[in-house]
C-alpha cells in the first residue's frame, strides 16, 4: 500500500506545536510498517533520516496545490494528522483521512487569530465531506468532535509523547542549582499562562523559578507572559526555542510540572513529563483526569495560587517501575498500527462519509 502524508504546513517552522510533532512522528513510524509511504514536506531536519521524504518549496503554495501532483500519482491515500487537506482536495478522487485534535476551532474559534479561524474551521468545514474517515487521537476529542462532523463516525486513533526519551541530557546554564517548576505549550489562551503567573508569584518567596518553555502563540496572555518574563525582579523564564535534550533536562530537573490548561485535545507534555517521571499537578478537567498518572495531582480551576504552590512543593516524582509502566500505554508504533488497519478496512468495505 502507497500512502502520502501531508506535512507541508506541519514542517514549515523550526519552532513545532505538539499537533506538529504528532504529524512527524506518525510519519516516521508509519514509514516503518507501510515503506510505500511518502511524505511532503518543507525540511527534512526533523526527521531520522530523509528517506521517503518529498522536499517542497513555498509552504502555502505546496500545501494549496498538493492535489494537482497527487492527481497523477498512485497512491492509495492520503492522511494529513496535522493541517487541513487544500480546499482543491475536493476534487480529488484519492481517499483522504484526516487527523483532527480537538474541537477549539468550533467552540472557542473567537479567540484564534483570523489565520488560524480560516484553515483550522473554514477551510477544514469545507473539505470535510471529502474525508473518507475522521480519527482524534483521544475518545475524548472524539466525543467532542462527532456533533460537529456528524456525517463521520469520528473515532480514536491514539497519541503519545513527541520527545524521543532515550538520549543526551543538556544542562541549561542559568538553571544549575536552581528549584524550578515547569510549564510547557504553545503560550494561548487555552492554556492558562494567567494562572501560571500567578502561581510563579507564590513561589517567589520559596525561591522558585517558573520555566515555561513554548512557541507565543496568540491573544493578550503572550504579550503578558513576555512582559513578565522580561521583568528583572520577576522569577519567569520563557524559553521559546529548545532542543529535545534540554528540555529531557527540564523535565529530569523540575520540581514538579505543571499545567492549568481550562481545555486540551491530549495534553502531549503532560505525558512527556509522566513518562519521565515528573511529579505533576494539573487542572482538574476532563482530559487530564484521563491521560494524568496516577500519581498526578489535580487541582480545581478555582483554586488559589498559593494551594497550588503548595501542592507543587509537596507532589511526589514517580517510581522508575511507575513511570515505565504509564510510559507503555503510549506508543506510535501502535497508533500507526491502528491508522494502517482502519485505512485498510475502509478499502475492503468501501465505506465513504454520507453526503
Not at 475536493?90 to 489565520?115: A, C, N, V
Not at 536552581?178 to 510563579?200: C, H, M, Q, W
Not at 526555542?241 to 502531549?268: P, T
Amino acid at each position: 500500500m502507497r500512502v502520502i502524508f501531508d506535512l507541508t504546513l506541519a514542517t514549515r517552522k523550526p519552532e513545532i506545536t505538539g499537533v506538529e510533532r504528532y504529524g512527524i512522528n506518525l510519519f516516521e513510524a508509519f514509514r516503518k510498517i507501510c515503506p510505500g509511504s511518502t511524505a511532503y514536506v518543507m525540511s527534512t531536519s526533523f526527521f531520522s533520516s530523509d528517506d521517503n521524504l518529498v522536499l517542497c518549496q513555498h509552504p502555502l503554495m505546496a500545501w494549496l496545490t498538493l492535489p494537482f501532483r497527487l492527481a497523477s500519482s498512485s497512491y492509495d491515500a492520503a492522511v494529513f494528522p496535522s493541517m487541513p487537506a487544500s480546499p482543491l482536495s475536493i476534487s480529488s478522487r484519492l481517499p483522504l483521512y484526516r487527523i483532527i485534535h480537538d474541537d477549539f476551532p468550533w467552540t472557542r474559534g473567537q479567540e484564534m487569530p483570523i489565520k488560524g479561524r480560516l484553515l483550522f474551521r473554514d477551510v477544514e468545514r469545507a473539505v470535510s465531506s471529502r474525508y473518507r474517515a475522521i480519527f482524534a487521537p483521544t475518545g475524548y476529542s472524539a466525543a467532542k468532535l462527532r456533533p460537529i462532523f456528524p456525517s463521520h463516525d469520528v473515532s480514536e486513533i491514539g497519541n503519545a509523547p513527541a520527545l524521543p526519551f532515550d538520549g543526551e541530557l543538556s544542562e541549561i546554564a542559568e538553571l544549575r542549582g536552581k528549584v524550578f517548576v515547569l510549564s510547557v505549550g504553545t503560550v494561548e489562551p487555552r492554556k492558562n499562562y494567567e494562572k501560571i503567573i500567578d502561581v510563579a508569584a507564590a513561589l517567589q518567596p520559596h525561591n522558585v523559578l517558573s520555566v515555561v518553555v513554548g512557541r507565543s502563540g496568540w491573544g493578550n496572555i503572550a504579550t503578558d507572559l513576555d512582559r513578565a518574563s522580561n521583568d528583572p525582579t520577576s522569577n519567569i523564564r520563557w524559553m521559546k526555542d529548545i532542543s529535545d535534550s534540554q528540555l529531557r533536562w527540564l523535565y529530569a530537573n523540575c520540581r514538579s510540572f505543571l499545567s492549568l490548561s481550562h481545555d486540551e485535545g491530549f495534553n502531549m507534555p503532560l505525558v512527556e513529563a509522566g513518562s519521565l517521571g515528573c511529579s505533576i499537578v494539573a487542572s482538574d478537567i476532563a482530559i487530564h483526569r484521563t491521560v494524568s498518572p496516577p500519581w498526578g495531582r489535580l487541582v480545581s480551576p478555582g483554586a488559589r495560587a498559593d494551594e497550588i504552590s503548595t501542592e507543587i512543593m509537596t507532589a511526589p516524582r514517580a517510581t522508575e517501575s511507575a513511570y515505565l509502566a504509564y510510559r507503555a500505554r503510549y506508543s506510535w508504533d501502535f497508533i500507526a498500527a491502528n491508522l494502517l488497519s482502519k485505512i485498510q478496512a475502509q478499502r475492503r468495505t468501501g465505506a465513504r462519509p454520507h453526503a
